[in-house]
Each structure stands twice: as C-alpha cells, then as structure tokens.
C-alpha cells in the first residue's frame, strides 16, 4: 500500500538548519510530485512547497522561499526539504504527501520541528 | 495571493445530521478546490478533489459543489466517525492555500 514515512525532525537553535525526509513506498515514486504541508501547534494547515515527479520544477510558499529548498532521489524514493536559517514560528509538524490530480492525497504521519534555544 | 476563508470555524451537530461547510476565495479559481477531513493526531485525509470529485474510498455521504469563488462541502447523515476539522485547499496555481479549518464537534 502506499506509505510516506517523514523523518529527521528534532530540536533546533533559532538560526540553524534541518533536512527533512520523505521515504516513499507502494508506488511508482518517480511518477509523482510531491508536497510538503506543515502544521503549527493548534493550528491549521499550511502548505510549503512541491516538486515535480523528475525535480525540475518546484514551488515555495512565500514564507519559506529562499530559506527552504526541496529535493529528491528517485533512486532511493526519497524527497528531501532543507530547512535553513529556523525561526521559531517554523516550529510544526512536517508531513510530506504524494500528489495526484494536483493535489496531496496520500500523506506521512508527520515529523516534529521545535526551533527553540 | 489568493486567500481562502471557511464558515463557520466551528459548528456543533447530532449524528444524522446534515451539514454544510462554505469556503470561498479572494478572487475566481475556477473548480480548483479540494477538501480534507483531519482527526486529532492524524495526518489528513482527501475528500474531494477539483471540487466534486470523490476520493476512492471516502464514503457517498460526502459532496461537494461550487464554482469560481464560492464551494461547499456537504456532509448528509453525519456519522460519528466524521466528527473532525474540515479544511478546504486552493489548487488552482503556486502557492496553494488551505482555509483555516471548520471544526465539526458533537452537539
């Protein structure tokens, strides 16, 4: 079945840097684009970035653009989104998602980010 | 950009219940909507996509409708298990942009 499994969440200092990733399994990973969409404590959900099934497209939310950038590995079946220069109002949970039909429809559990000192 | 904006935030409601969720956007998006049901803890779960289009699985008593700025989720008989937060999702060009949630609890 389908599965996104979200790692690499953790605490860190306001100012430093983070790499998400997303494992994917029970589908054709390099067919897809891929979302990551992240949700504050006790709030809604905010949707960050995508990139296209071969990466060489990509979209940012404006309040991560040029401080956070989104990758992947079809060999490995891997996104990645690298997280730079932390504030504390990035502290969220991270889930990445599959796209189909131009929306996320399948999504991981999440991974947690505190940026805190 | 666009932004989304969902009434009512919250609403209470029984079990049988039908129900209406309204999401509207700031300018035209044509049919470019989807929408989302989250339970506590949970990653969230698609509904519908391009507005009335079913997701596999997700039962008949979930419909959507609308068109260029305006949409609604319609949720007839609710079930307990449909007890959650409801966001809609602007998908018609980057960024995209969820509503801030309906919350739908047990009256």
């Known amino acids: 079945q389908v599965q996104l499994v979200e790692s690499g969440g953790g605490v860190v200092q306001p100012g430093r840097s983070l790499r998400l990733s997303c494992a994917a399994s029970?589908?054709?990973?390099?067919?897809?684009?891929i979302h990551w969409v992240r949700q504050a404590p006790g709030k809604g959900l905010e949707w960050l970035t995508l990139?296209?099934?071969?990466?060489?497209?990509?979209y940012y939310a404006d309040s991560v653009k040029g401080r956070f950038t989104m990758s992947r590995d079809n060999s490995k079946s891997t996104a990645y989104l690298q997280m730079n220069t932390l504030r504390p109002e990035d502290t969220a949970v991270y889930f990445c998602?599959?796209?189909?039909?131009?929306?996320?429809?399948?999504w991981g559990r999440g991974t947690l980010v505190t940026v805190s000192s | 950009d666009i932004q989304m904006t969902q009434s009512p935030s919250s609403l209470s409601a029984s079990v049988g219940d039908r129900v209406t969720i309204t999401c509207r956007a700031s300018?035209?998006?044509?049919?470019?909507v989807a929408w989302y049901q989250q339970k506590p803890g949970e990653a969230p779960r698609r509904l519908m996509y391009?507005?009335?289009k079913l997701q596999r699985g997700v039962p008949s008593r979930f419909s959507g409708s609308g068109s260029g700025t305006e949409f609604t989720l319609i949720i007839n008989s609710l079930q307990p298990e449909d007890f959650a937060t409801y966001y809609c999702?602007?998908?018609?060009?980057?960024?995209?942009?969820f509503g801030p949630g309906t919350k739908v609890d047990i009256k």
């Open positions: 029970g589908f054709n990973f390099s067919y897809n684009a």
């Open positions: 391009g507005t009335y």
């Open positions: 999702l602007r998908h018609n060009r980057y960024p995209f942009t």
């Open positions: 300018q035209g998006i044509g049919n470019d």
């Open positions: 998602a599959r796209d189909t039909s131009a929306t996320p429809d399948y």
């Open positions: 990139i296209s099934y071969d990466g060489t497209s990509k």
